[in-house]
């Protein structure tokens, strides 16, 4: 019964190729966001499509793109993956409403050799 | 700037014995603040959110904006309390996206 999910659960990738991580959701919901988490790090928001709304974090590198081409599914592409990179990638929804709490998925966890 | 600050990176406690994990904040504005959880090998799930001023598993926080805190409060900890637990924050007019704490992590020991 998993509202969102990602796929997939572990990703290699090497340095410098292109990767892309998926998420869907049955949830209907307005709000995707992709958060990194590094090790022992706080998640971080990277970007999130409020409806077909992109809102980019201003600290997000342009190494990092997304797509949503329907309400159901929001991408995460990595353009030019370096070391740095590796992380935890979780996708999230809501209804976008303040006092709405986050759905989560399972992340994806993204090694980069 | 806003910001949610847990001062412990890790809380051990023995089965029974009261726990709290902290959680500063720092917001200009009316906050929405949640506390999620996350057990081995599974997602991150909201545990419980102020507005809703709900007991969830045992565990409550209370919003106190004089010391611009939302501590999490249970007074007898179990086994299965042990997992990651972050702070979070919001804003009435940020569309839901959450600033994170950088978590606690809470071990009960039997």
Redesign the interface.
């Known amino acids: 019964d998993a509202m969102v999910i990602q796929n997939p659960r572990y990703q290699v990738t090497q340095f410098g190729k292109p990767v892309t991580l998926s998420c869907s959701q049955t949830l209907n919901h307005n709000v995707m966001y992709w958060y990194q988490q590094k090790s022992s790090q706080a998640p971080k928001l990277l970007f999130h499509y409020y409806d077909k709304d992109f809102n980019n974090e201003a600290d997000t590198p342009d190494n990092f793109q997304s797509r949503r081409p329907n309400t159901s599914f929001c991408f995460l592409d990595i353009r030019s993956p370096g070391l740095g990179d590796a992380a935890m990638y979780l996708c999230a929804t809501s209804r976008g409403t303040g006092e709405s709490p986050l759905h989560f998925g399972n992340g994806t966890r993204l090694t980069v050799t | 700037a806003q910001r ?1 600050t847990q001062p412990e ?1 890790l809380l051990s406690v023995f089965k029974g014995a009261p726990v709290e994990l902290k959680c500063n904040y720092s917001y200009s504005g009316s906050p ?1 603040l ?1 506390w ?1 959880v996350q057990y081995s090998r ?5 545990l419980l ?1 102020h ?1 809703s001023r709900e007991s969830i598993k045992g565990f409550t926080a209370d919003l106190n904006k004089g010391e611009t805190s939302f501590h999490l409060k249970k007074p007898f900890a179990q086994e299965e309390d042990s997992a990651m637990y ?1 702070c979070a924050l ?14 606690t992590e809470l071990s009960v020991k039997p």
Do not use: A, P
């Not at chain 2, 599974?42 to 909201?46: C, M």
């Open positions: 949610v990176k929405e949640f999620y599974q997602r991150l799930q909201l959110r507005i972050y919001t804003g009435h007019n940020q569309g839901g996206k959450l600033i994170f704490g950088q978590g």
